[in-house]
T-cell receptor, first 113, second 115 residues
Framework: GDSVTQMEGPVTLSEEAFLTINCTYTATGYPSLFWYVQYPGEGLQLLLKATKADDKGSNKGFEATYRKETTSFHLEKGSVQVSDSAVYFCALSASGGSYIPTFGRGTSLIVHP | KAGVTQTPRYLIKTRGQQVTLSCSPISGHRSVSWYQQTPGQGLQFLFEYFSETQRNKGNFPGRFSGRQFSNSRSEMNVSTLELGDSALYLC??????????????FGPGTRLLVL
């Protein structure tokens, strides 16, 4: 079945450091890929998405590129802020059968001043 | 537009009781999904309703049920609560009848503690 694998956290960085959170997936067909973010005490919210190979999603300084050849969708940001501290979820929505998203386990990011 | 709202935000119940959680989707959204989030299992899909019909279902026991009303508001019910049902229950809505690129809009969740 479909699955998403994210790097284990927590990821701890200093402010202005470069961020990478790895995400790889297994799916049949051509899924859409998403990054969601969950701030403390809140639900998830969409950060960015890509719906076809080589698409780059971007928002709030975060970027991720849909790499079909490596089945990856790594999240990057050039300079993190304390306010980016949250849990990040990679997800896919498969093109065949149910489109209900499959989520990764989440990666906690802690940014220190 | 107002976001997805969930009530109540917090609940404390005892084993064996039942509980009903409510979700109001974004206006115009017809699909409502429910998820259980726990530290051990992560985010697990419970079920999805579209136009008052359950369209998709996850792997949860029959104690977990739901329904959707004609105004798209949804409720989920858990009967005979167990300690392991303690979790954050998230509701998400989306606008279309289905599609792989569709964004889900989440509510803040209901945190359920079973004692």
């Amino acid at each position: 079945g479909d699955s998403v694998t994210q790097m284990e956290g927590p990821v701890t960085l200093s402010e202005e450091a470069f961020l990478t959170i790895n995400c790889t997936y297994t799916a049949t067909g051509y899924p859409s890929l998403f990054w969601y973010v969950q701030y403390p005490g809140e639900g998830l919210q969409l950060l960015l998405k890509a719906t076809k190979a080589d698409d780059k999603g971007s928002n709030k300084g975060f970027e991720a590129t849909y790499r079909k050849e490596t089945t990856s969708f790594h999240l990057e940001k050039g300079s993190v802020q304390v306010s980016d501290s949250a849990v990040y979820f990679c997800a896919l929505s498969a093109s065949g059968g149910s489109y209900i998203p499959t989520f990764g386990r989440g990666t906690s990011l802690i940014v220190h001043p | 537009k107002a976001g997805v709202t969930q009530t109540p935000r917090y609940l404390i119940k005892t084993r064996g009781q039942q509980v009903t959680l409510s979700c109001s989707p974004i206006s115009g959204h017809r699909s409502v999904s429910w998820y259980q989030q726990t530290p051990g299992q992560g985010l697990q899909f419970l079920f999805e309703y579209f136009s008052e019909t359950q369209r998709n279902k996850g792997n949860f026991p029959g104690r977990f049920s739901g329904r959707q009303f004609s105004n798209s508001r949804s409720e989920m019910n858990v009967s005979t609560l167990e300690l392991g049902d303690s979790a954050l229950y998230l509701c998400a809505s989306s606008s279309t009848s289905g599609g792989t690129g569709e964004t889900q809009y989440f509510g803040p969740g209901t945190r359920l503690l079973v004692l």
